[in-house]
C-alpha cells in the first residue's frame, strides 16, 4: 500500500515573519506606524532580531505582539515599543506594558521624551523605586484589564506550556 504524502508543515521562519507583522495588520496600526513611528519601528526591528534568536512570539489579536524570553533583553525586565511588548526570560508583566503602548498611541513621537527616556533612567539608577516614578503608575493606570488581560495572561500560559 502507497504511503501517504504528509502536508509540509509551515515553516517556524515564515510563522514567525507572519506574527511579527501582525502589528502591521491590527486596528491600531495607522496610529501605531504614523504617530508613534519611531517607537513602533524601532519595536519592529526588536521584535524581528529577538525572534532570529529564537525568542517567543504571541500574538494579541487586534492589539499587539508579545515577544517573550528574548535574550536581548536582561531577565525580569519588559518594554513596550509601539504595539510591541518585549520581555526577558522570566517576565510576565505584560498588561502593565500595553499600558506603555497606549501612552505611544497618545504621546506619539513625544513617547520617547516623555516616556521611555524617564522609564530607562529610572529602571537604571533606582532600580527599587521604578514603580513609583509617574511614568509607570500611568502604565499601571492604563495597563490591559478585562478580556485583554485574560488573552494575554492565556496566551503567555499557552505559549510556556
Keep these: 500500500m502507497p504511503e501517504l504524502k504528509k502536508e509540509k508543515p509551515e515553516s517556524t521562519g515564515s510563522s514567525r515573519l507572519r506574527f511579527i507583522l501582525w502589528p502591521l495588520l491590527q486596528p491600531w496600526a495607522l496610529v501605531d506606524f504614523s504617530w508613534g513611528i519611531f517607537q513602533s519601528l524601532a519595536g519592529l526591528v526588536l521584535a524581528v532580531l529577538s525572534g532570529l534568536l529564537g525568542a517567543r ?6 492589539h499587539c505582539l ?38 505611544s498611541r497618545l504621546l506619539g513621537p513625544f513617547y520617547l521624551l516623555i516616556i ?12 527599587s523605586r521604578h514603580g513609583a516614578v509617574y511614568t509607570e503608575r500611568w502604565a499601571d493606570a492604563w495597563a490591559a484589564k478585562g478580556e485583554v488581560a485574560l488573552r ?4 503567555a500560559r499557552n505559549q510556556s506550556a
Excluded at 116 to 127: D, M, N
Excluded at 152 to 155: D, E
Design 66 to 103: 508579545i515577544v517573550a524570553s528574548s535574550r536581548l533583553m536582561p531577565a525580569h525586565s519588559g518594554m513596550s515599543q509601539g504595539p510591541y511588548l518585549l520581555g526577558g526570560p522570566g517576565f510576565d508583566f505584560w498588561t502593565h506594558e500595553y499600558g506603555h503602548t497606549y501612552q
Design 57 to 62: 512570539l504571541i500574538p494579541i489579536p487586534g
Design 152 to 155: 494575554m495572561k492565556q496566551a
Design 116 to 127: 521611555g527616556i524617564p522609564s530607562l533612567l529610572s529602571a537604571s539608577l533606582r532600580p
